[in-house]
Every structure is written in C-alpha cells, then in structure tokens.
C-alpha cells in the first residue's frame, strides 16, 4: 500500500470514528430532551394537583428551558480546600466595613424599626446583605424558573427541587412577577438576601409597604425579610454572635469544638481573656470555643445566635466573617492576631489524609475532602497521640506525621477466632 493510500485510509477512518462520536452525541442528547420533557409533563401534573393556576401550568411551567451547565455547577468541586485565612479575608473587606456603615447610616431609622420590631441589631443585617450578594451588587444572572426546573429534573436532588419549583411558581402568582425578571444563583436563590423560594413565600416582607414583595430591587423589602427570617430562625435578642479571645499558654485544646459549650464562668477558669486583657465575666452563658486556623490564628467563643447564622448557611467559616464584619460595621476593631499563612491542600490531598486517618483507626467519616468537624475530632485525636498541639487543625507538621504512619496490622482470620 502506498503512503497516500495509508494517509487516505486513515482520514477515511478518523472520519468514520468522529462521525459515530457526533452520532453517540446527537442521540445522548434527543434522550436527555425527551427526558426532561417527560420530567416536565409530570412536574405540571403535580403544579395542577397543588392548585396553581392553568396558565401557570400550561404556559409558564410549559416554557422553562433545559441547561446543562447548571449541572456542571451542581457537580463542580473545587480543586483546593478552602482554609480560614483565605475566607476570611475574601470576606471581611475594608471596602466591606465601609460600605456596610454607608449603608448603615442610609437606612438608619428604618433598621432601627426592624431592630425594634425582631430584636436583630442593623449591623448583623449589613453583614449578612454583604456576604450574600456584596449589598446587591451580586445576585446572580440565572434565569430561575430554568434553573430549578433543570435540577428538579436530575435525579441528585429531584424531591428537592421539585418543591422549590413549585414554590417559585407559587410566587410567580402571589407576587405577580415578571418571569424574565427572576434572576438568581444556579441552585435557586434571589434577591439581595439570596431567599430559596420556600423562604421567599414563608419569611418575606414588604418593608416599603408598596402592596408587594420584591427582593430584587426594593432593599427595604429585603433588610426587613432578613430581620423576620433570622428572628423565625431562633435570634435571641440582646445577645451577640460571638467574641474574640485569647488563650492562655499551654491551654488544652480538647475544650475546643461546637461540641463542646461550656460556661463563661468555665471559660474564665480556663484563663480565657477578652483581647482587650480583661477577665471573662463569671456568668452561667454557654459558649463554644472555635480555632479555625488552628493554634496560630485567632480564637472565638461563639454563643446561641451563632448557631442561628450557621442555619442561614451551615459553615463556621461563614458565621465567623458575618459575625465579625458585623462587629466592625458597628465600629469594632480588627482581629488581635494576623491571618495565619495556611498551607494550601487540593481536595485530592486532603481525601489522601482522611483516607489516612481512617486507616489509622482516627475515624473522620467520608474522604471528601472537607475539613469539616468529624475530620477536626479526628486530627485532635491523632494529634493527642503523638504528642502534638492537639488543634484539630491539619498543619503542615500533623499532615506528613499522618501519611508517614503505618496502619496498624490486620488480625488474621484465624487469630480472630481464637
């Protein structure tokens, strides 16, 4: 055979191969529309049955749109875990305190309202509008309807979904909205208070008392949606989030964890300090004691409204920088210790070193690579073995100490019977 003809048989076979791909392609995706149409014919059969309107059903929910990338985003997983130090400053910004105050004095007598009417203080309102969506400047461009639509169809979280489809119709009628309007996150969320719809129908307000509520663009409506929601959530009026403290030398950090609250009074024993030097107050207060960046960064107690933060969204990180940036919208000062320089792990390290710990009989759960408080227990308790500062915090030094461990034997079957 020649060397044309061999060039030529190759071609012809590339092509033959290429054209089975976008055949494979075009018939993957023919089944994945027939699907979702299927998915959407039931999705109307349950708007029907929960009352919602004809025309809800037949026109609006008839013309939602399938989109594959939100469920790219759905499964997206970031390459490196998150640490402390990096949140925390992405977060908790001086353009942040300044807006947040600028804002702050804007709304002054109509916070003071809010503050009056559900006992939430304005600034953790600032916070919680600054994380959420930078104070508005951030609410997400997906079209919501589609979005919700897309992953109720997916069989992940379809139950889940589903219902907040539905609720988000619901809303499309109480509210009158605009459909090309409804704007938001992949997963869902709205407004400046990124509501869930479920949210939106239970806990919004017409704070500009206009006859509707719009979180999109009425901030009255969504400061005093957030004031009612975080009241709903269990605030407790008159108490803070949390505090700053200083540990003494040598403090053991087995007290550490939302596991275990204990008394300020207990605290005070302990040698806890406020960060301005002061003893803690002899009080029967329960607080927890969080050291997110480990022994080198700074120390928090944390008390019942932390909690509620954490049910807004359930990551100590997060309740940290709103409780924080709160405290310095309100005039407080920054934290007494620099952010620590953490050492950055990729989500495959950090499942190597739970993988780890796991063999090693320091039971973390699931390897997936979030450091979360089953992975923090199980790294104090390895840490407390080897006679480490036992943090919970996976330094650089409790890292290669782990992987450099070997598992204990496997008794044999027939040990095991004896």
């Not at 959420?132 to 169809?153: H, Q, R, V, W, Y």
């Amino acid at each position: 055979m020649s060397m044309g003809s061999a060039t030529a048989s190759s071609l012809q076979s590339m092509a033959e191969v290429s054209s089975e791909t976008e055949l494979a392609t075009d018939v993957a995706q023919d089944d994945s529309a027939q699907s979702f149409k299927q998915c959407i014919a039931g999705l109307q059969q349950q708007a029907a049955a929960a009352g919602l309107s004809e025309y809800t059903v037949n026109t609006v929910l008839a013309q939602v749109t399938h989109l594959p990338k939100i469920l790219e985003y759905d499964r997206n997983q970031p390459e490196f875990v998150q640490t402390f130090s990096g949140y925390f400053a992405a977060r908790v910004t001086p353009w942040r305190i300044n807006k947040g105050q600028e804002l702050l004095a804007k709304h002054h007598d109509f916070l003071q309202k809010l503050n009056a009417e559900y006992g939430v203080p304005p600034q953790y309102l600032m916070a919680f509008w600054a994380l959420e969506t930078n104070f508005g400047g951030i609410k997400g461009k997906m079209p919501i309807l589609d979005s919700l639509a897309t992953l109720a169809c997916d069989q992940r979280r379809s139950a889940f979904f589903s219902a907040e489809l539905l609720q988000a119709l619901r809303l499309v009628e109480r509210e009158t909205l605009d459909v090309s309007g409804m704007v938001g996150s992949w997963a869902g969320a709205m407004g400046h208070t990124q509501f869930m719809p479920s949210a939106y129908l239970r806990y919004a307000k017409d704070g500009d008392n206009d006859g509707k509520i719009d979180l999109w663009n009425s901030e009255l409506d969504a400061l005093a949606s957030a004031a009612n929601f975080l009241q709903q959530l269990g605030w407790q009026k008159g108490f803070r989030w949390g505090r700053e403290v200083n540990l003494p030398e040598h403090f053991n950090y087995q007290l550490a964890g939302k596991r275990h609250p204990q008394t300020l009074s207990f605290w005070r024993d302990q040698g806890l300090m406020t960060t301005s030097g002061d003893r803690l107050p002899q009080s029967d207060l329960k607080a927890a004691l969080l050291v997110p960046a480990g022994h080198k960064g700074s120390a928090f107690l944390v008390y019942d409204n932390f909690d509620v933060i954490l049910r807004w969204n359930n990551s100590e990180y997060y309740g940290i920088a709103v409780g924080h940036l709160a405290d310095r919208i309100a005039g407080a000062a920054s934290l007494s210790k620099a952010l620590p320089d953490l050492p950055r792990y990729s989500l495959l390290q950090m499942q190597q070193f739970q993988q780890k710990l796991n063999e090693l009989g320091f039971a973390v759960g699931e390897a997936d690579g979030i450091l979360g408080p089953a992975t923090r227990q199980g790294v104090r308790a390895f840490q407390i073995e080897h006679g480490l500062i036992a943090d919970g915090y996976p330094s650089p030094e409790t890292v290669d100490a782990v992987m450099a461990s070997a598992a204990p034997p496997q008794s044999s079957a027939a040990e095991s019977t004896e």
